[in-house]
Each structure stands twice: as C-alpha cells, then as structure tokens.
C-alpha cells in the first residue's frame, strides 16, 4: 500500500499505513451520521446501488480505481478496515474528495489533508488526457502501460503476514527491484511518460518508506530529477526523499534538501552530537533531548534482568502512556524497566511532541530497525518483555490496564 508523506503532523500516517491501523480505528464516526461500510458485503453493496458516474470511485483513473478498490476489499476485518490505503486516492482526488471517499468507512480523521488541489488535480488529468491522445486512445479505454502493469503487481501483491516486518519489506524490495531496476535509470526515464514517470516515483517510495537503502534512495532522486527536468515537481514531491535520507541516517543531505525545498513543512531537525563509543553488538537508537534541539545515539544493553521495550508514537500508544503514568503500579515499573521505541521513520517533530506529554517516558527513535532484530513487529503500540536478554512475552494494541496488567503478570513482570 501507499500513503502520501505530509509532514511532520500527518508523518504517522505514512508508517501506519504499511503497518497497518489498530481494529478500533473503525470506530470513528461516520460522516452526518451515515453508517460507516465495515465489511466486504457492505461495501460490495455499495458499489452495486451506487448508480454509475455518481461515485467518487468514478473520479479515479481506470487503474487507480482498479487498485484502490482491490486494496479495500482485501482490507476488512471483523470491526471493518484493517488500513487505509490511499496512494491512488491521495494521488487524483483533491483533499476534500479524499475526506468523503474515506467517510464512507468511517475513517477521514485519518486522511485529514491528504489529497491534491484542484489545480494539481487538474494538471494530473491533462497529463493523462496527453498520454492516451498520443496512444490514440481514450482516457477510460487505454490499455493500461507495462509499467503500469507493473505497478499494479508491486502494490496488489498478497503479503504473507506470517512473515516478520523485515522478511515482508525485504521481499517487497526484492518484488521492486525485478519489476522497476530497469527503468529506473537516466536514460529510461527520459523515455517514459508523464503519468508512468508518476508512476516510477510512486514506486521507489514505497520501497524507501519501508526499508531504505542507499541505492533506492539514488533512483529516487533519479526519478526526481527527471520530474524537475520536465517542470513537474513540486517541493512537497520531495517529503518521501528528504524522509529517506533521515531513515538513512544521511542528517546533512537531508537538511540541505529541506532547505532548498522549505513548501515540504519538514519540521525540526535537531542538531546531532555523534557518540563517541557504542559498546559493541548492543542495539541503538537516537534520543532527543527534552530541554533542547539536540539529539544524541545511544546503546541500549539488551541482558538485563527485565526489560520492556513498547514500539510506539501512535494515538493508541499515547493512550497507554497516558493510562501507566497515572497508574501507581506501572509507573515505576515502566520508568525503571521501559524502552518506549519509534521506528527509524519517524519525523523528529513527532518524537519531540511525545517527550513534552510524557517527560518521565520519553520515547527514542532506533538508529536502524535491522538492529533490533529482536524485534518482529513494528506495529504499534507492540510490547516486548524481555527475561535477561530473551523473549518472555509479546502482545500488541491498546485496550485497558486490566489487560495489560494481565499481560505482564503472565510475563512474570508485574506481580
């Protein structure tokens, strides 16, 4: 799946929307109180009764609407939408066109500015328009390109969810590189058109959203560049790259990136102080002083007695931080034991907020999530409670403190 990188407020949106949202984000209210569509059947009905033209579906390019409406009904759970798969959506509609599209399923606080202007919307139309008049083909009945084609099978493919974050990701990359490495080269991009170079770029994203890499992040700048050699980028097209360099550690390119591109909102970059010495084979991550701009790498020892370490940053993860703080019995469990832990994604913005409503449980973003291997799952909120350096026990999602007290009892950290 795809999510539009909006940063910093809307920087969460992109994580969750590879990682998937909590069950219970189905149970935000629907639009003027019309029933939010929570199943298959539901929403099979929908497009049944819904008469043709009528239908913000109807406002997606034949392949967009192809791919969005494969995600969605793929998507539901017993409480409704697993995730929220807006790439196509985010990438035709205009902001207020994706709010009623995701109204109908009860989840538009989720979308909250994503979306194009009508201007943006309108140039992508005549894009696609140019394209079919050149194919001597109508919009609605072009066949669709090889590359698109290729897109579809990288965004449509079935994950395997008995695999770990990493093995998914890897093989996700691996999916990218057999079907877009030729492409993504100088010379082939030159060839392309409009709406594949759209395309091209969509692609790499996902792959450097979900495990970053140098070479990625290179054809990524490559599809840019061509982008702005044909007058089609904007400062905002560059928020997946500038957030690609910070997953890769690469603070000074991606500072200059945000400062030749400010209409991206990067947010604040705090000033980093290498560390001198990292005991070796011990997992990091960056933590973020609470008093001012400046962050630091440190190691966390991974073989001490107890440890509990909660991948975290989201809504439902601030709930339960909320709830333990005020708890008087895993207060001071989770001050003395915790490791509150954002993926290597995450915007400093959201890290900074984190720390100010939770000063005595701040929360640290890992320097590489590949060194918490230890570590399956980046969904959150995920607790992992570790017995001298070994797994105990792991539960995921936030409901009450009766049941993660319980938890932890069955993990032999509380009594």
Same mark, same amino acid.
């Given at each position: 799946?795809?999510?539009?990188?909006?940063?910093?407020?809307?920087?969460? =949106?992109?994580?969750?929307?590879?990682?998937?949202?909590?069950?219970?984000?189905?149970?935000?209210?629907?639009?003027?109180?019309?029933?939010?569509?929570?199943?298959? /059947?539901?929403?099979?009905?929908?497009?049944?009764?819904?008469?043709?033209?009528?239908?913000?579906?109807?406002?997606?390019?034949?392949?967009?609407?192809?791919?969005?409406?494969?995600?969605?009904?793929?998507?539901?759970?017993?409480?409704?939408?697993? $995730?929220?798969?807006?790439?196509?959506?985010?990438?035709?509609?205009?902001?207020? #066109?994706?709010?009623? =599209?995701?109204?109908? *399923?009860?989840?538009?606080?989720?979308?909250?500015?994503?979306?194009?202007?009508?201007?943006? #919307? /309108?140039?992508?139309?005549?894009?696609?328009?140019?394209?079919?008049?050149?194919?001597?083909?109508?919009?609605?009945?072009?066949?669709? $390109?090889?590359?698109?084609?290729?897109?579809?099978?990288?965004?449509?493919?079935?994950e395997d969810t008995s695999l770990s974050d990493a093995e998914r990701f890897a093989r996700?990359?691996?999916?990218?590189?057999?079907?877009?490495? $030729?492409?993504?080269?100088?010379?082939?991009?030159? =060839?392309?058109?409009?709406?594949?170079?759209?395309?091209?770029?969509?692609?790499?994203?996902?792959?450097?959203?979900?495990?970053?890499?140098? +070479?990625?992040?290179?054809?990524?700048?490559?599809?840019?560049?061509?982008?702005?050699?044909?007058?089609?980028?904007?400062?905002?097209?560059?928020?997946?790259?500038?957030?690609?360099?910070?997953?890769?550690?690469?603070? /000074?390119?991606?500072?200059?990136?945000?400062?030749?591109?400010?209409?991206?909102?990067?947010?604040?970059?705090?000033?980093?102080?290498?560390?001198?010495?990292?005991?070796?084979?011990?997992?990091?991550?960056?933590?973020?002083?609470?008093?001012?701009?400046?962050?630091?790498?440190?190691?966390?020892?991974?073989?001490?007695?107890?440890?509990?370490?909660?991948?975290?940053?989201?809504?439902?993860?601030?709930?339960?931080?909320?709830?333990?703080?005020?708890?008087?019995?895993?207060?001071?469990? *989770?001050?003395?034991?915790?490791?509150?832990?954002?993926?290597?994604?995450?915007?400093?913005? $959201?890290?900074?907020?984190?720390?100010?409503?939770?000063?005595?449980?701040?929360?640290?973003?890992?320097?590489?999530?590949?060194?918490?291997?230890?570590?399956?799952?980046?969904?959150?909120?995920?607790?992992?409670?570790?017995?001298?350096?070994?797994?105990?026990?792991?539960?995921?999602?936030?409901?009450?403190?009766?049941?993660?007290?319980?938890?932890?009892?069955?993990?032999? +950290?509380?009594?």
């Open positions: 799946m795809e999510g539009v990188p909006l940063m910093p407020t809307n920087r969460r =949106l992109l994580a969750t929307s590879f990682l998937g949202f909590s069950l219970m984000l189905v149970m935000a209210q629907a639009l003027a109180g019309q029933p939010p569509i929570t199943s298959q /059947a539901e929403f099979t009905r929908y497009l049944h009764d819904t008469p043709p033209g009528t239908s913000l579906f109807d406002r997606l390019s034949p392949g967009g609407r192809k791919r969005l409406l494969a995600e969605l009904q793929q998507d539901f759970g017993e409480r409704g939408l697993r $995730s929220v798969p807006y790439g196509d959506a985010a990438n035709e509609l205009t902001h207020r #066109q994706v709010d009623a =599209l995701y109204g109908l *399923f009860g989840v538009e606080a989720l979308t909250k500015g994503v979306g194009l202007t009508p201007a943006e #919307q /309108a140039l992508r139309a005549r894009e696609r328009a140019e394209d079919a008049k050149a194919r001597g083909c109508a919009i609605e009945t072009c066949p669709e $390109s090889e590359i698109e084609q290729r897109y579809d099978e990288l965004i449509l493919q079935k996700h990359n691996q999916q990218y590189d057999r079907l877009f490495a $030729s492409y993504q080269q100088s010379e082939s991009l030159r =060839l392309v058109s409009r709406p594949d170079l759209r395309l091209l770029k969509r692609a790499v994203e996902t792959t450097v959203l979900l495990l970053p890499s140098t +070479a990625h992040v290179a054809q990524l700048q490559m599809s840019l560049a061509e982008m702005r050699r044909r007058g089609m980028a904007e400062d905002k097209d560059y928020a997946y790259l500038y957030q690609a360099l910070i997953g890769t550690r690469q603070f /000074a390119e991606a500072k200059t990136l945000a400062q030749q591109h400010p209409g991206m909102n990067a947010g604040t970059f705090p000033t980093f102080s290498p560390s001198t010495i990292l005991p070796r084979g011990w997992p990091t991550a960056l933590t973020l002083d609470k008093h001012s701009q400046a962050m630091t790498r440190e190691a966390f020892d991974p073989s001490t007695p107890l440890r509990i370490v909660v991948v975290a940053d989201c809504h439902f993860s601030q709930d339960a931080a909320h709830a333990i703080e005020a708890d008087a019995q895993l207060k001071p469990l *989770f001050a003395q034991h915790a490791i509150w832990l954002a993926s290597q994604e995450e915007s400093f913005d $959201s890290a900074i907020d984190w720390n100010r409503k939770f000063p005595d449980q701040p929360i640290h973003i890992a320097w590489q999530n590949s060194e918490w291997p230890m570590l399956d799952s980046w969904a959150m909120p995920t607790f992992y409670v570790f017995h001298d350096g070994k797994l105990t026990k792991k539960f995921s999602g936030w409901y009450d403190l009766k049941t993660l007290k319980q938890s932890l009892r069955e993990a032999n +950290a509380l009594r």
